[in-house]
């Protein structure tokens, strides 16, 4: 019997960015995992909301799945913006919706 191999499967969102993200040497930076730990959660994927706030900030992100869940990856000069922009939407949304 043969082992599956799961692989993620990431759907870019950087259609229409590609020259305003590009470095100094006109390559693409390194995507990095953005792991929930980042910005301060204990979970152990991404929430599906948080591609809406990348999104809306204007954040570039590539998104999948695999067996553990959602996984998320940005762009190695957006990373400290996109922790900060999910933990600032985190802390905003902290107590939401209202008991």
């Known amino acids: 019997m043969t082992e599956q191999v ?3 499967i990431y759907h ?3 259609h229409g960015m590609d020259a305003q993200h590009e470095n100094e040497t006109g390559q693409q930076g390194q995507w990095i995992p953005l792991a929930p730990a980042a910005v301060g959660l204990s979970e152990q994927h991404a929430k599906p909301v948080w591609l809406l706030v990348l999104a809306a ?3 570039p992100y590539l998104s999948g799945h695999d067996q553990s869940g959602l996984q998320l990856l940005v762009q190695q000069e957006h990373l400290h913006a996109a922790i ?3 933990q600032h939407y985190e802390t905003e949304n902290r107590n939401w919706p209202p008991p």
Request: zero cysteines.
């Open 6 to 8: 799961v692989k993620p």
């Open 84 to 86: 900060y922009e999910l």
């Open 57 to 59: 900030r204007g954040i």
């Open 12 to 14: 870019d969102y950087t």
